[in-house]
């Protein structure tokens, strides 16, 4: 396209600004919602991908009071501080179809040096935990010496390393990767260490945790081991407790995730619609007030392609830029708002990384911009095909 | 240059009914030619006018500009042999309301990234009376300046084949002769300017006549022609 060409273009954006910007918003709005269905959509797998990995146990054991069937409670990390009995961890190891299974412990502190909010601690047993430990050696690969903790993303850690509870200091040995969810603010510790919080607790005169009698049991069935079997002699021994399968841990993380999907895409969808739309109608009615303008060119050497290429490069000038503050602002949006959306959508939400965001940005860019051209592309043929005769005569 | 059209017919569809709005015409002009199309209303003058200036293509016949036939051009020659030899005036009077008038004028140069010769545009402006006017927007000006305005477009390119339709409609009788002189002296040059007109002032400054009447067109060879 010449010099000229772009001028006849950039004109007549502004000479009906009203109309030219209300456009540029229009698929500036499409494309932030696309953008954000995108990344969303992306950040709630990539949640639910690390929870996953994460919890590779195969059944729950948790405390009869623990609404696991409404609310999955353990998995978004809203913690349930009533313990099991201290009988349940060994009798379950010795159920036959039992390969593995290990204790965990949740309790929260009122005030920590850390935070300005309470503080969850998590404790596992390093020497049996098969679900916590894999993902706190993606980022620590040493032992876990007694007093030492890793913290969850986050939790600030001053520059001394250290982090006080009960007046005990605590040595923050690593920084875990962002799960998405509460765990995020959570302390992890081994046993030994648990132990520790246990006696500076009782110093201060809290005694709410205990060693013994743990907040939770996960284990791993062997191969063909029968659920079902498993399942009845716990519950045939124990009263107040549940046993729960892998597959409900998930259920309703997973339903309420693809409710959540189908709505962003659903407004996503709405928004393009209504760009192309708006596009589409404004087009046609800017070009029939223009067949002058049109013929004019045709009559001064014009070829018609050309006609075609200013409608939509026009076209393009809007959806384009629409399409770069759309990206701009959805991207800022969902980064500047990804920890209330953690905060209230409770299900895991993880932003993916930098090259799937990078990719979803690039489709923002290009989908609203390339659907908003091809929207007018029907009028720019048309106009390629104007009557001089009939487009001089029809408003003289 | 010579410009020939042979049996040309234009067809348009009315309510339904199909009507030749030219009609098996032949035309000729030669460079240097001051040609005057003669007819009423509605006789076809403008659309034969379209078909010679290579934007409206004819339903059957032939136009040759130099023994070329325009409309066995892809567009894109035909639009710059528009650009480049043909300075047509509509009837209408049309502009790019964006752009101021000097904007406009050259228009047809920038549109192919040519040099603008501003001492031939200037001379332009001052003949036609409209140098003031440069850096008005066309919806500032009154009709009689803005076919002032065209007439300036049509003649930025130094075309050596002038078509204008009703060129002085808007215009008083003191610039309708100013165009006609400025016509005239162009045809000296050897233009061929071709107008279609009901203006009998016309004829004065011509060398050929045509009638047109009901989409057919009658070489005259009367009262006016021939001069």
């Given at each position: ?15 009906h ?35 996953s ?25 809203g913690?349930?501080?009533s ?19 290990s ?24 020497k ?139 407004i ?9 739309a ?13 067949k002058?303008?049109?013929?004019t ?37 969902i ?62 | ?29 030669w ?33 040759e ?16 042999l ?47 009376g ?34 204008a ?25 050897g ?5 279609a ?13 045509y ?17």
């Amino acid at each position: 396209m010449k010099n000229t060409t772009f001028k006849i273009i950039y004109t007549n954006f502004w000479s009906h600004p009203v109309r030219s910007l209300g456009l540029v918003i229009l698929t500036a709005i499409a494309s932030a919602s696309l953008l954000t269905s995108v990344l969303f959509s992306k950040s709630l797998d990539t949640g639910f991908e690390q929870l996953s990995s994460r919890m590779g146990a195969d059944l729950l054991i948790v405390p009869g009071e623990t609404e696991v069937s409404d609310q999955p409670v353990l998995l978004q990390g809203g913690l349930s501080h009533s313990s099991l009995p201290h009988e349940v961890l060994e009798f379950t190891r010795n159920i036959p179809g039992i390969r593995i299974a290990s204790p965990q412990f949740y309790f929260t502190t009122l005030s920590a040096s850390c935070c300005d909010e309470k503080v969850n601690i998590i404790g596992f047993d390093s020497k049996t935990d098969f679900t916590i430990k894999p993902w706190i050696r993606k980022t620590y690969k040493k032992d876990f010496l007694p007093g030492s903790v890793i913290a969850g993303s986050d939790i600030n850690i001053d520059k001394s390393g250290k982090i006080k509870f009960f007046d005990q200091e605590f040595t923050v040995v690593g920084s875990l990767e962002p799960l998405g969810n509460k765990l995020d603010q959570a302390i992890f510790a081994d046993i030994e260490t648990i132990e520790i919080f246990r006696k500076a607790a009782a110093s201060k005169g809290y005694n709410f945790i205990s060693v013994n009698e743990p907040s939770a049991i996960l284990a791993n069935l062997e191969e063909n081991a029968d659920f079902e079997k498993i399942s009845q002699k716990l519950y045939g021994r124990f009263d107040n407790l549940q046993v729960v399968p892998r597959k409900n841990m998930f259920d309703s993380v997973i339903a309420t995730a693809a409710s959540f999907k189908i709505a962003v895409w659903a407004i996503a969808g709405i928004f393009l619609l209504i760009a192309i739309a708006a596009v589409t109608i404004a087009f046609s009615i800017s070009t029939n007030e223009r067949k002058k303008e049109f013929a004019t060119l045709l009559i001064i050497g014009a070829a018609r392609k050309k006609l075609s290429n200013i409608v939509l490069g026009e076209s393009l000038l809007i959806s384009g830029s629409g399409a770069i503050a759309g990206t701009l602002l959805g991207t800022v949006a969902i980064i500047s708002f990804r920890f209330l959306i953690q905060e209230n959508i409770n299900i895991p939400f993880v932003l993916p990384n930098v090259f799937a965001i990078f990719l979803a940005i690039v489709g923002a860019l290009f989908v609203p911009a390339i659907f908003g051209t091809l929207a007018s592309y029907r009028i720019a043929r048309k106009v390629g095909k104007i009557d001089v005769y009939t487009a001089l005569k029809e408003d003289a | 240059m010579i410009l020939n059209g042979n049996n040309i017919t234009k067809q348009y569809t009315r309510r339904g009914e199909k009507f030749n709005a030219v009609n098996n015409a032949d035309f000729f002009a030669w460079s240097g030619d001051f040609t005057v199309i003669f007819g009423e209303s509605g006789s076809g003058k403008s659309t034969l006018l379209n078909t010679l200036a290579g934007v409206t293509e004819p339903t059957s016949g032939s136009i040759e500009i130099d023994g070329q036939p325009i409309f066995a051009l892809k567009d894109e020659e035909r639009a710059l042999l528009r650009n480049e030899r043909i300075g047509y005036i509509p009837q209408n009077t049309a502009t790019l309301p964006a752009f101021t008038v000097a904007e406009n004028i050259t228009l047809s140069s920038s549109l192919y990234n040519k040099k603008v010769d501003k001492a031939h545009i200037g001379a332009l402006l001052n003949k036609l009376g409209i140098s003031h006017l440069a850096n008005e927007y066309p919806q500032n000006l009154s009709g009689g300046e803005l076919r002032r305005v065209s007439i300036a477009r049509a003649l930025a390119n130094k075309p050596d084949l002038i078509i204008a339709d009703e060129p002085t409609s808007n215009l008083d009788e003191e610039n309708s002769h100013k165009v006609y002189r400025l016509f005239a002296r162009l045809a000296r040059t050897g233009v061929s300017v071709i107008i279609a007109t009901h203006d009998k002032n016309a004829f004065g400054y011509s060398n050929r006549v045509y009638h047109m009447k009901s989409g057919a067109l009658i070489p005259d060879v009367g009262e006016y022609g021939n001069l």
